[in-house]
């Protein structure tokens, strides 16, 4: 005897499940400069020194914070959009690398360079801006995304971590 033959069989019907997902979907914030801007940012242009994008973020150094700017750029190493990683304080601009290259893979650059101030006006890389560029040049690796400097810039100066083979 089995159980088949004592209660017969009966077909149990699947219960529906529904699964939620979570969706991300990049958010980006236009901004319209209504100034001439093709004198200091020109959209078609390759950057191929540090030099020229101290030109165009020289203003950087007049401020009285920290600022750390990721440019995203194409494969050509044309700009294709800026990032405002991280505003911080008088000494101190805390951004993690994941942050940097979250917007990096989010527009699909090909390529980034880091730029950020020093309020006090000196561009000497300190212990911290030495240890955060090591690490983002590791990442940098993994990701596929490649790094092509970091800059300390003031208003007067700057300081270019390839140029100082830092990087």
């Not at 997902?21 to 093709?38: D, G, M, Q």
């Not at 190493?77 to 690398?97: E, F, K, M, W, Y």
């Amino acid at each position: 005897m089995t159980i088949d033959t004592l209660f017969g069989t009966e077909e149990v019907p699947e219960k529906t499940r529904s699964i939620k997902f979570k969706t991300i979907r990049p958010v980006f914030e236009t901004l319209t400069v209504k100034e001439n801007v093709s004198s200091y940012i020109d959209p078609k242009a390759r950057l191929t020194s540090p030099a020229q994008i101290w030109e165009m973020f020289r203003w950087l150094g007049r401020e009285t914070k920290e600022y750390m700017i990721v440019l995203l750029m194409d494969g050509k190493n044309r700009i294709s959009a800026v990032d405002i990683c991280s505003i911080g304080t008088l000494n101190q601009s805390l951004c993690h690398p994941r942050e940097i290259f979250k917007s990096a893979l989010m527009v699909s650059c090909a390529a980034i360079a880091i730029l950020h101030n020093h309020p006090s006006g000196c561009t000497d890389p300190s212990s911290e801006d030495i240890q955060i560029t090591r690490r983002l040049k590791e990442a940098s690796e993994i990701l596929g995304v490649k790094l092509l400097d970091h800059l300390i810039v003031s208003d007067t100066e700057y300081t270019s971590f390839v140029e100082r083979c830092l990087l």
